[in-house]
């Protein structure tokens, strides 16, 4: 399980110490740093780059809500668990998509559970920029005198035919001289060689037919298919169902 940065923000000592006694003892939490404001969590938040913060509400100057809307600005991603002695900040703490909000005096457990709740959270944002970024990536393809730039996404699957490889989208072909093994190793790994003379996008799959000694892949809106060699035919069924 990746371990996931924490930083502490609380004007109060003692309430600090026992977070961090707490979080000594749960593994896949590591404590990068400690505020005592929210000014100084605002920085720790800039350098230190947390997974999850958790912090107090009343704390002075700007106070727990005020700084983490500005942190949430700066940090998407990050999950943040409230810890205070007070509960009538409940509604607002969640208007800021706080992952939980725990009331002083914590618990072991229930601060546990707060954290394993700000985990998914994570993990969820995580998978949501990678897919974003992985919409808007795109590879650098030679096509004669000309440099093509692809988004990947759009890449049904690419093809080697004679001395030629041509990368097929749903309405274009693209011909260039790079060798398929070339062209992998530019891809994301969702991109699998399923044929000697193939590699297809499996995330584009719709369906897949068996047609004599191979199998063709079919994608939405396209009358193009790829073939799927009897070799890998278990691979390819496995990896779209997981």
């Not at 274009?172 to 398929?180: D, F, K, R």
């Amino acid at each position: 399980m990746e371990t996931l940065k924490v930083v502490i923000a609380d004007d109060d000592h003692p309430s600090r110490m026992i977070l961090k006694h707490f979080l000594d003892l749960f593994i896949d939490y590591r404590i990068v740093g400690e505020a005592e404001d929210g000014k100084e969590l605002i920085e720790l938040i800039l350098h230190k780059k947390p997974d999850i913060a958790l912090v107090d509400i009343n704390m002075p100057g700007l106070n727990g809500l005020e700084a983490v809307k500005i942190c949430k600005e700066k940090a998407p991603q990050l999950q943040v668990i409230f810890t205070t002695g007070f509960d009538e900040f409940a509604a607002e703490a969640f208007d800021v998509s706080a992952a939980d909000y725990v009331i002083k005096p914590i618990e072991r457990t229930r601060l546990f559970l707060a954290l394993e709740k700000a985990r998914k959270g994570f993990e969820v944002a995580k998978q949501s920029v990678m897919k974003s970024h992985n919409a808007n990536q795109k590879i650098a393809v030679k096509s004669y005198n000309t440099l093509l730039y692809l988004v990947v996404d759009e890449i049904l699957f690419i093809e080697k035919k004679a001395r030629k490889t041509v990368i097929h989208t749903t309405d274009h072909c693209y011909e260039t001289t790079e060798t398929l093994q070339e062209i992998e190793e530019t891809l994301p790994s969702y991109f699998y060689k399923t044929h000697r003379s193939f590699i297809v996008n499996l995330k584009k799959i719709t369906r897949i037919e068996a047609s004599g000694e191979t199998y063709l892949a079919y994608f939405a809106k396209c009358s193009k298919v790829a073939y799927i060699s009897k070799l890998k035919i278990y691979n390819v069924q496995s990896l779209l169902v997981n």
